[in-house]
Structure formats: structure tokens, C-alpha cells
């Protein structure tokens, strides 16, 4: 028996395919969706060979297509019968210095980052106030914390946008209409994000890791987790309220 149905977007690689294998583990039926359907195709298979009992949907899926976000959510509850979670994971990590001649790049991350997030959103959001139930999952950044300086200003500045997004409907209390929202803060993670950062970058850990401290949250339906838990928590509120000069030197 399916413990619920999760819907992950950006699950073709990285945090959101490693989330879909976990979910799964722990008895979740998935819609999983990207623009690459070759990898959500192989990670299905990968996932149904391991659990036989599990249904997963795939969907392509291109965030920025706003007509395409609606369609896809709508067809992956109607297909469930019914939606639990909807997790807004699909991102972009390009980025340059503000005024080096790449708004190109800087404006592709927030039309990915947060413009198509709120799209994404708007669409989980219909389905959960018809169903008068529903579990909205925003993961944001550490970096949303402040204001980031060179490639990952807008970077930082998106991840902290989706999070006022989803703040915004705790401050409404759609908990109250049987709708929880949870942000997810992840510290450095491994992933094909930032696979050509260096390898020894400090508090770096393991995607399987850090997915597994990310699952735990959303599972427990936090408001707001950094993860993993350690070293975050501390370095979060480091971050909240250092003197920029002191953040300048940490990160």
C-alpha cells in the first residue's frame, strides 16, 4: 500500500533523482519530472526494479514553460487521484559578478530559480486548496540566508525569494486549510550542480547524505530545517546575523 503520493520536479539527476529513490524507500508512489526524460526513464526503472509495488510517473517537463507547469501538475492528480507533496527542486546554478556582461546567465537562473518556482507554486497550491489537504515543499539554499557576493548573488537572491514565497503562506496560515509548507535550507551537497567545484570544499557532504538529512525534514513536515543539521544550524544564524564583513570571510 502507497504511503502517498510526492510529486518531484528537477528529479533527472542530482538532489531531486536521490530524493525520489528515498521517498520510494520509505513507500511513496512519485511523479517525477524534468526536461531530460531518458534519465527519468532509467530512474524509474531503477525504482520499480527495487520496489515492484511502487508506481512512478514520469513527465517532461521544462519550468519555464508556464502553460506546461499547470498541464503536468494537473495531469500528474488527476492520474493519482490525488496529490500529497509537491516538491519545487527544478533549479539552475549559473550565476556571474553583477555588471561583468552576463545578465544573460544571471537572468536564466531567476527566471529558473524563482519566476518558474513560482509558477510551479501557483500550480501545487490550486491542486492543495481544491483537495483542502497537500504538503508544499520550497527548497531554497543556505545561501538565501544573506546577500552572496560574485557568481551566486543571484543565485542567492532567487533561493531567497522562493523562500519569502513560501513563508508567505505560512504567514496566511494555510495550515489551518490542512495545507502544510516546509523550506528546505540545504548546506553544500554534493550534486551535478556543483560537481566541478572542489572536491574538498568545506562541509561538503555526499548526496546520498545529504539528501537523506533533507527526506528526514520534509518527512517530519518542518516549517524551516537547514540541513544537514550539523553544521547549519550554527553557521545559518552565523549567517542571519554576523556583520557582513565576518560573513565576507566565512563564505
Do not use: C
Not at 572542489?198 to 525534514?217: C, P
Request: aromatic letters at 6%; zero cysteines; hydrophobic letters at 45%.
Amino acid at each position: 500500500m502507497s504511503k502517498g503520493t510526492i510529486l518531484i520536479t528537477g528529479a533527472s539527476s542530482g538532489l531531486g533523482a536521490e530524493m525520489a529513490r528515498q521517498f520510494a524507500d520509505l513507500g511513496y508512489d512519485l511523479a517525477i519530472t524534468a526536461r531530460r526524460t531518458e534519465r527519468l526513464d532509467e530512474l524509474a526503472a531503477e525504482i520499480t526494479a527495487k520496489h515492484s509495488d511502487r508506481r512512478v510517473i514520469t513527465k517532461a517537463l521544462d519550468v519555464t514553460d508556464d502553460e506546461a507547469v499547470f498541464r503536468v501538475f494537473k495531469e500528474v492528480a488527476a492520474e493519482f487521484g490525488t496529490l500529497d507533496r509537491a516538491i519545487i527542486n527544478a533549479g539552475l546554478g549559473k550565476g556571474a559578478p553583477l555588471g561583468k556582461g552576463r545578465y544573460d546567465a544571471n537572468k536564466a537562473t531567476a527566471m529558473t530559480n524563482f519566476v518558474a518556482a513560482l509558477a510551479q507554486t501557483e500550480a501545487a497550491m490550486e491542486i492543495f486548496r481544491a483537495q483542502k489537504s497537500g504538503h508544499l515543499v520550497m527548497i531554497s539554499s543556505v545561501s538565501a540566508m544573506r546577500g552572496m557576493r560574485s557568481a551566486i548573488t543571484t543565485y542567492a537572491a532567487t533561493k531567497a525569494g522562493v523562500a519569502a514565497l513560501a513563508e508567505g503562506l505560512i504567514n496566511e496560515n494555510v495550515k489551518a486549510k490542512g495545507i502544510d509548507v516546509s523550506i528546505i535550507y540545504p548546506g553544500y551537497i554534493r550534486s551535478e550542480m556543483n560537481d566541478k567545484v572542489e572536491q574538498k570544499t568545506k562541509f561538503m557532504v555526499d548526496t546520498e547524505t545529504g539528501v537523506r538529512s533533507m527526506v528526514a525534514a520534509i518527512e517530519k513536515r518542518r516549517q524551516k530545517a537547514l540541513v544537514p543539521s550539523w553544521p547549519w544550524v550554527p553557521l545559518g544564524f552565523a549567517l542571519r546575523n554576523a556583520p557582513m564583513g565576518v560573513v565576507r570571510k566565512l563564505f
